[in-house]
């Protein structure tokens, strides 16, 4: 039986947390929405505000997870971002970080890519 790709996301979703909790972030927000835009997971650590974005695959058959994290999805995400730090008058350091996580991998399934990208003027 096939797992869903909504299943599988949901899954790397709940991974995501519970490795960011255990690295000592806090969880500020889980699947915080501004209209159609999504940010998976905001968290704080060292007075950063981290808005991360997960992907999660069963394999690496069409890429890496980390892959497919477009420009678009990046533009959305910052967007978001930005409506999340005017709503609330937050004037910390913030930063953009995918979480990748490969079912397929044994060893190291979670790959956290810090700073992953930035927003553009």
Same mark, same amino acid.
């Given at each position: 039986?096939?797992?869903?790709?909504?299943?599988?996301?949901?899954?790397?979703?709940?991974?995501?947390?519970?490795?960011?909790?255990?690295?000592?972030?806090?969880?500020?927000?889980?699947?915080?929405?501004?209209?159609?835009?999504?940010?998976?997971?905001?968290?704080?650590?060292?007075?950063?505000?981290?808005?991360?974005?997960?992907?999660?695959?069963?394999?690496?058959?069409?890429?890496?997870? &980390? /892959?497919?994290?477009?420009? !678009?999805?990046? +533009? $959305?995400? %910052?967007? =978001?971002? @930005?409506?999340?730090? &005017? /709503?609330?008058?937050?004037? !910390?350091?913030? +930063? $953009?970080? %995918?979480? =990748?996580? @490969?079912?397929?991998?044994?060893?190291?399934?979670?790959?956290?890519?810090?700073?992953?990208?930035?927003?553009?003027?």
């Amino acid at each position: 039986m096939s797992i869903s790709t909504n299943a599988i996301g949901k899954s790397g979703e709940s991974v995501a947390f519970t490795y960011l909790i255990n690295q000592g972030f806090k969880i500020l927000e889980r699947n915080w929405r501004c209209g159609r835009d999504e940010i998976n997971l905001i968290a704080e650590i060292d007075d950063c505000v981290v808005f991360v974005e997960v992907k999660a695959r069963k394999n690496n058959t069409f890429g890496d997870p &980390q /892959d497919f994290v477009t420009k !678009k999805k990046q +533009r $959305f995400m %910052i967007r =978001a971002a @930005n409506t999340y730090l &005017q /709503d609330r008058n937050i004037e !910390k350091e913030c +930063r $953009f970080d %995918i979480i =990748a996580i @490969n079912n397929e991998m044994i060893e190291d399934p979670i790959l956290h890519i810090e700073d992953a990208f930035y927003p553009t003027l």
